[in-house]
């Protein structure tokens, strides 16, 4: 099965930038979709962004125009570029894979703060 391994996460002041990276252990077949959720303290899991098989994307409201997800077929890597970060955003993110056939993959996640 497929494993996945976030990375890029930290600490980082409100307004700035981060990227967050997301490799698979090996090629992905029937691939439908990869994206990633995250977690804040205290809350439920919730969806960020998804980028589709044709390169079609899909982001939650509240990070529309700051964040843009990307993905790199030949490094087998997913990417979520997230600017003018707010506290709000602070959270573990997780990568997630959805493919044609089995239950879809998770990784274990990387956190994310911003705060001053």
């Known amino acids: 099965q497929v494993q996945l391994v976030e990375s890029g996460g930290g600490l980082v002041q409100p307004g700035g930038f981060l990227r967050l990276s997301c490799a698979a252990s090996?090629?992905?077949?029937?691939?439908?979709?990869m994206g990633w959720h995250r977690q804040a303290p205290g809350k439920e899991r919730e969806f960020v962004a998804r980028?589709?098989?044709?390169?079609?994307?899909d982001y939650v409201d509240s990070v529309k125009d700051r964040f843009a997800i990307s993905r790199d077929d030949a490094e087998n890597t997913l990417y979520l570029d997230m600017g003018r970060l707010k506290p709000e955003d602070t959270a573990v993110y997780y990568c997630f894979l959805v493919q044609r056939l089995g239950p879809p993959v998770w990784g274990r996640g990387t956190q994310v703060a911003v705060s001053s």
């Open positions: 090996e090629s992905i077949s029937d691939l439908i979709a």
């Open positions: 980028i589709f098989k044709n390169g079609a994307t």
